[in-house]
């Protein structure tokens, strides 16, 4: 079993900052994969960015270049830093970890007003 506690999101102005991190609670190693989904309203959740437990790092296209995933592997904690925001980064952003089955966090709104 794997629990994922999120924290930051918030409201912000179109160009501007954010960061997200998330802690997993987990026995062992911790997971192979962590990383982070977001759905937008009437929209399906999408893949924003993961990173292995080896440090290989996957981003969605539309992130490509504002976004930066990091984990670090001794507190089992990831962080998403999200840079020049627009309006479209808008949505409910999950936490999430692969670990022989998948696991979500709770999830963090993320508001980006233009």
């Known amino acids: 079993q794997v629990q994922l506690v999120e924290s930051g999101g918030g409201v912000v102005q179109a160009g501007g900052s954010l960061r997200l991190s998330c802690a997993a609670s987990?026995?062992?190693?911790?997971?192979?994969?962590m990383g982070w989904f977001r759905q937008a309203p009437g929209k399906q959740r999408e893949l924003v960015a993961s990173?292995?437990?080896?440090?290989?790092?996957n981003y969605a296209d539309s992130v490509k270049g504002r976004f930066t995933i990091s984990r670090d592997n001794a507190k089992n904690m990831v962080s998403l830093q999200m840079n020049s925001l627009k309006p479209e980064d808008t949505a409910v952003y999950y936490c999430?970890?692969?670990?022989?089955?998948?696991?979500w966090g709770q999830g963090t709104q993320v508001t980006v007003s233009s």
């Open positions: 999430w970890a692969w670990d022989r089955a998948n696991y």
């Open positions: 987990a026995s062992g190693s911790g997971p192979n994969r």
């Open positions: 990173i292995t437990s080896g440090g290989i790092s």
